[in-house]
């Protein structure tokens, strides 16, 4: 699999620390309570994710791969969060973060969710390398992590990090699945890029109209309708 | 196959450079009548282009593929976008009268409109799984940009709505499609060809059948969330009845099958491995709980928009059912009633779509007594309806009346709650007809000019194909249902 100086092993447990990384930071996410911090954790995602598909790039000698990693590293680590911050700021939303399900249960389904992706997915890829098969269980975790917290927000913001920390783990299984083409990598950063874009005016669409971004207050809207 | 292949060269890149171009001149026009009749100009040569690839050769490069499956889902999408965009010249100009979308609106609305039926038509001819994935998450973004057109408080929670639940489809089937490409890495090879359909099938006979089940499921579950699957479906009433109709017409009649369409391509791929779990049942689960769902839910809709959203769902469900029944019966059952739904649903959303702006709302109760106070739209809407609650001669008679017979057939404990579904969706949709068609009108307001040209088409098929369908037409379809499987 490789032809560097590096042994194998290093290779392997190098390519999991960052991953298992993903999803521990994930974890992090789920119990942040103000959005603040939250903005904060997931650019830290972000970079535990661009060091993840760097050393990937590393691994398997694919130097597109980094391209892969400076999008998640410039985009993801620091775009974004800088423009949530400042939109956080202007539109006046409340800073804390509102659930829908307390953060102790959450975390437990967090722990559940986990347990299910390394059992659905070490079961399933006896055949596939290793290293690509624990990969895709670390992916497939933040993926469902991502999910579980887009569920349980109820803040539009908090909703759109669950997005994005979602994205974070399908750039993960992707890059991990190796000499996946070049196209599907830049279509997944161009899709964060147009979902950001549409986020964006959707944020300020519904800033016309509420004062605050909950998404609740959309939800009284639908009273009359059946 | 009848239609013999003789046409020289391949139309596929010329169906999806009109509506490109289109989408650019549209942007640039300011003129709000150009602009509408040169999108319904674009939409029809997009059709006639379409109709070429009925005599085309077969031909699966390394981006495009066209077979026999995906003409019949190319021809009747561009059939109903060029019908769609027909109805939607008049619906916006009452839109503009009213005042509810400006001419900058409109603009983005008709280069919208091309962009969508683009990505629409790259996702069904594309022979790549990842550019067929980014055409569908792109359709899925140019419609939330509709849906929240009228930017009132309700349209932008449906817009939001559907976002947030589209992109989670949208994520998952993409994990799909990344398990797709670690499955075939092994045997195919790295690189683009293992992405690439055609070659996927052709190797599927040596894939791991383990991991090509997970992916299976993620992708039945993303792509399932776009096709309004139960438990999956709750964007659809929000976002068909917010937007504005034309839209409402073109995510039932088309977006709905085309997401339907990638569930089929890999429900193939599964059934060229002979090891895998079989997708049927997984498929008849999901139709099934989506016809009962919304067979119940029929009942309670307030809104006129919201009525037929539900009974999209359930003819996705029904239309889910037959092809996880699968056998030549079932699929053919299940492509005719594919094709009947989305003529039928977009008929009913034309007439809708002028029934809203004649009576001024969409709120059930405050729209009575149609057929008196406006004769073609309430009699064309009493004929639509009566077509798609399955009543004969209408085609989705003939189609339901197939599934049926083979599901008592095959699975004779499945007909009975098939049957209980679609007798409860028939009681709803005419009980509300009554309420809507029948009786003392209710106050009106001005005379819309109404176009009941596209309406009046798809009727006349819809009822034409309920009585007779051309020998080629049935000999394609019962090709296509046999490669189904």
Request: a positive charge; one cysteine or more; charged letters at 10%.
């Amino acid at each position: 699999m490789i032809e560097h100086a590096i042994t194998p092993n290093l290779v392997f447990d190098v390519a999991h620390m960052f991953a298992g990384a993903l999803v521990l930071i994930s974890f992090l996410m789920l119990y942040q309570d103000r959005l603040y911090a939250l903005l904060n954790v997931f650019a830290l995602q972000a970079v535990a994710l661009a060091l993840a598909v760097a050393w990937q790039a590393y691994a398997q000698d694919a130097p597109h791969l980094y391209v892969t990693a400076g999008i998640a590293l410039v985009f993801k680590a620091l775009v974004i969060p800088v423009a949530l911050h400042r939109m956080v700021a202007r539109l006046g939303i409340h800073r804390q973060v509102e659930t829908a399900v307390s953060i102790g249960p959450t975390m437990l389904a967090g722990i559940a969710l986990v347990a299910l992706s390394m059992v659905v997915m070490l079961k399933a890829t006896p055949a596939a390398d290793a290293l690509a098969r624990e990969d895709l269980a670390f992916a497939l975790s933040v993926v469902l992590l991502g999910l579980l917290m887009m569920v349980t927000r109820r803040n539009a913001v908090s909703q759109v990090v669950g997005f994005m920390s979602l994205e974070n783990g399908l750039i993960l299984a992707a890059t991990g699945a190796k000499g996946m083409p070049l196209v599907v990598e830049i279509s997944v950063a161009f899709s964060v890029l147009i979902a950001f874009i549409v986020i964006g005016i959707f944020l300020f669409r519904i800033r016309e109209r509420f004062d605050t971004v909950d998404v609740d207050a959309l939800d009284r809207f639908r009273g009359g309708r059946a | 196959m009848t239609v013999l292949a003789t046409l020289p060269f391949n139309p596929a890149p010329v169906i999806l450079a009109i509506p490109a171009v289109a989408a650019v001149l549209l942007a640039l026009i300011p003129s709000y009548r150009v602009s509408a009749a040169l999108n319904v100009g674009a939409c029809a040569l997009t059709f006639l282009t379409a109709l070429s690839l009925l005599v085309a050769p077969r031909v699966a490069g390394p981006f495009l593929i066209v077979d026999d499956l995906n003409i019949v889902f190319v021809v009747l999408n561009t059939f109903v976008a060029f019908t769609t965009s027909v109805f939607s010249a008049s619906y916006i100009a009452h839109e503009l009268e009213t005042g509810r979308l400006t001419p900058l609106h409109l603009r983005f609305y008709h280069a919208m409109y091309q962009v969508l039926l683009a990505a629409m038509t790259l996702a069904l001819v594309s022979n790549n799984l990842g550019v067929m994935w980014v055409a569908i998450e792109v359709a899925t973004l140019t419609t939330v940009l509709m849906v929240g057109l009228y930017r009132t408080e309700a349209a932008i929670e449906a817009a939001w709505k559907y976002f947030m639940l589209g992109s989670v489809g949208i994520a998952l089937a993409l994990f799909g499609t990344i398990l797709v490409y670690m499955v075939a890495q092994p045997v195919v090879g790295e690189g683009p060809d293992a992405m690439v359909w055609s070659v996927l099938m052709q190797h599927a006979r040596n894939f791991d059948p383990a991991l090509l089940n997970v992916a299976f499921v993620f992708l039945l579950l993303g792509y399932g969330t776009k096709v309004g699957l139960a438990p999956l479906h709750a964007w659809l009433p929000d976002a068909h009845s917010e937007g504005p109709t034309p839209i409402s017409a073109v995510l039932s009649g088309l977006l709905l099958n085309v997401a339907l369409y990638a569930v089929l391509r890999f429900k193939l791929l599964m059934a060229a491995h002979p090891g895998t779990l079989a997708p049927g049942p997984l498929m008849m689960a999901m139709g099934l709980a989506s016809l009962l769902l919304a067979g119940f839910m029929l009942y309670r809709r307030r809104d006129i928009k919201r009525l037929f959203a539900y009974s999209s769902i359930e003819h996705m469900g029904l239309i889910a059912f037959a092809f996880g029944l699968g056998g030549p019966v079932a699929n053919f059952a299940g492509l005719l009633h594919m094709t009947m739904h989305s003529l039928t649903k977009s008929a009913i959303f034309f007439a809708v779509g002028h029934v809203c702006q004649v009576k001024g709302t969409q709120k059930l109760a405050d729209i009575r007594g149609l057929t008196t106070s406006h004769p073609a739209l309430g009699w064309g809407l009493v004929v639509a309806v009566a077509a798609i609650a399955g009543l004969p001669p209408a085609g989705v008679f003939m189609s339901e009346f197939l599934l049926v017979t083979s599901a008592f057939a095959h699975r004779p404990w499945l007909a009975l709650p098939l049957v209980a579904g679609l007798l409860l969706a028939f009681g709803a949709l005419m009980v509300k007809l009554s309420g809507i068609a029948f009786g003392a009108p209710s106050p009106g307001t001005d005379k819309v000019k109404a176009s009941h040209l596209p309406m009046t088409v798809h009727l006349a098929l819809v009822l034409v194909a309920g009585l007779y369908l051309p020998p080629p037409l049935v000999a394609w379809f019962r090709h296509v249902a046999g490669l189904l499987g």
